[in-house]
Structures are given as structure tokens and as C-alpha cells.
């Protein structure tokens, strides 16, 4: 199965001319659905001719129609008209009020319309790869941040418990050991008097 094609807006032009300065390709219609909704847009829309000219034509080498973006040709739409004509310089048309396609002179083209397609520009409503790099790095960051948290974390309860003093310690230590301190106390036990 093919790839869906991207959107395209329809566009009746007058003349090829137009589709070009446009950037317009000439339509290509491939199944029913294509073919009623361009039937239905130009109904609405389409104040010209009965008659569109489509993106295809005859080619003599071949003895068969081809479409000019050289696209398969999956479906048509043929009225019943006589096989045995002339069909040098024959185009289609699309024949607004029936939906139906029937050959015509290319040349007359330039007179009645031609249906052109062209790209709608898409927006996309997702993040940009950029986005996606800049949201990628925010969270590593935020992930190694925390990891880093909870090691130093991890470390200043381990060692809370010994007798290490560390960046973390809040508790002021005492310049004397234990022992220090009752010597001391007892040196002190009688009152000394300066005189």
C-alpha cells in the first residue's frame, strides 16, 4: 500500500501557467474518496466551467492515459465515449456536476480550468528535536544531582557515628579529651588564692 500523501489544497487555476507560478502540481486523483472530495470542495468553491482540466493526459507511445506526476493509474471515471476517436492532444477533465471524467483537447485547457494541488504547510505540535535534547539533559541532570545527594547523604551517616570530624559536624568539640578535663577538675578541687 502506498504512502498517504501529505494534505494538499485544492487549487483551480486558468492555464498551466498559473500552476507553476503557484508551485502547483496538476492533480492526480487515485480512488473514489479523492475524486468525490474534489468533486465536493469544487461544488462548493468552483464558480468557473463545468469542465476542469486533470494532471492527465494521452501518450501515443503507450496508447494510454498517464497522469503528468507519473503516478500509477489506479481508478478512473471514463463516460461512456466513443473509443475510436482521435486521441492525439487528449486530455481529461473532470466534469464538476457529475463527477465523471471525459477526454477533451489539452488546448482548451487554457480557456476552461485546471485543477492544481499543492502542499499545506504543517505545523507540528510536538517538541522540536531541540526540545527534546534540552528536556533529556534537564532530567540527567536532575537524576545525577540526586544520586550525588543521597552518597554524601549516605557517607554523613556513616560517619556520624564515629569520632571523625567532618564538614557536616555541627556538634562543637571540646579541645580536651575526657581524661583531660577531670584531671583538671581535680587540680582545681581546692581553691588556690592569689594574694
Known amino acids: 500500500m502506498p504512502l498517504a500523501a501529505p ?3 485544492l487549487l483551480p487555476l486558468l492555464g498551466l501557467a498559473a500552476a ?3 508551485g502547483a502540481d ?3 486523483i487515485h480512488n473514489e474518496e ?3 472530495f474534489i468533486l465536493d470542495t469544487l461544488k462548493k468553491q468552483w464558480k468557473g466551467s463545468d469542465d476542469i482540466l486533470l494532471g492527465m493526459f494521452y501518450d501515443t507511445d503507450d496508447a494510454s492515459f498517464k497522469w503528468f506526476d507519473n503516478s500509477n493509474m489506479t481508478f478512473d471515471k471514463w463516460t461512456d465515449q466513443d473509443d475510436g476517436e ?3 492532444d487528449t486530455c481529461a477533465f473532470l466534469h464538476i456536476k457529475t463527477g465523471e471524467w471525459k477526454k477533451g483537447n489539452c488546448e482548451v485547457s487554457f480557456v476552461e480550468g485546471t485543477l492544481c494541488k499543492t502542499a499545506i504547510p504543517y505545523k507540528r505540535k510536538y517538541l522540536s528535536d ?3 535534547l534540552v528536556s533529556a539533559l534537564v532530567i540527567a541532570s536532575i537524576v545525577i544531582l540526586t544520586v550525588l545527594g543521597a552518597i554524601i547523604w549516605f557517607l554523613y551517616k556513616k560517619h556520624s557515628d564515629s569520632r571523625f570530624t567532618t564538614v557536616f559536624s555541627t556538634a562543637p568539640q571540646s579541645p580536651y579529651n575526657e581524661d583531660c578535663v577531670l584531671v583538671v577538675g581535680e587540680e582545681n578541687e581546692y581553691p588556690v588564692q592569689f594574694e
Open 86 to 88: 482521435d486521441l492525439i
Open 20 to 22: 507553476a507560478v503557484a
Open 7 to 9: 494534505p494538499a489544497l
Open 34 to 36: 479523492e475524486n468525490a
Open 26 to 28: 496538476m492533480i492526480s
Open 130 to 132: 531541540n526540545h527534546i
